[in-house]
């Protein structure tokens, strides 16, 4: 799995560069409508492949730069969300936006590192989701209004813009999760073992934790025993 991990580090940086490239090159050939964003979309790029860069040397040192994640985010999140307001707004429109979107990306951002520097579960590490996450339906929200007064044929396009941008954050979030998630089920498959050897040695079920008695029936949990400790 560390293999492969650092394999996709590197297929990022080189895919990070590639459409840094691509992007300065092609946007010549692009109307000037979008050329603004195609700019700011090479600069998003550039700056997630130097930091993709720095990325792959920490995970093969072993020792992961977690706060370097978060500084390549809160520069080019903030920055995707100009490109939207690039090709839907002008002036003091934009600018108003730019400050409201932007605060919000970086109140995002910056709960999301606080409460991922703390433990997996911890009131510090669910305050910093919650609000992250009031941030990011902030955003959404702002996003699913934009566009309408685009032609139809570039309204098509633009949708499935936002829909690229509403689904593929919703990784983060699950990604964020996922330590509590995972030691949630390591503990449960501890605990389903113990309660395993318990009956097969005694023939009787385990006196169930209070967490257990309080939440989930007898009956229930030794199913969620059986389930766990046989395949």
Known sequence: MTELTYRLFM?????????????????????????????????????AWY????MTVSFASGDFDTPLRYVDWV????LMLVEVIAVTSVGAVAAEKFRT???????????????????????QYWIGFVVSMVAYGYILRALQSEG?????AEADQ???????????????????????VSSDLACAKYDAEIAGKVIADTGHPPQLPNKYQSDLPPTIFLLFVDT???P
Request: net charge neutral; charged share 15%.
């Open 51 to 54: 930091h993709y860069q720095k």
């Open 228 to 230: 766990l400790s046989f």
């Open 158 to 180: 633009f949708e499935k813009i936002k829909q690229l941008i509403l689904v593929g954050w919703i990784i983060y979030p699950l990604g964020y999760l996922a330590p509590v």
């Open 148 to 152: 309408e007064g685009l032609k139809a």
């Open 75 to 78: 520069l080019t999140v903030p």
């Open 101 to 123: 979107w932007g605060a919000a990306a970086v109140v995002m951002i910056g709960a999301g590192y606080y409460g991922e520097t703390a433990s997996a579960g911890s009131d």
């Open 11 to 47: 297929v990022a940086e080189v895919g990070m560069l590639a459409g840094t490239v691509f992007l300065l090159m092609a946007s010549r050939e692009v109307d000037a409508t979008w050329r603004k964003g195609v700019y700011v979309s090479a600069v998003v790029t550039g700056i």
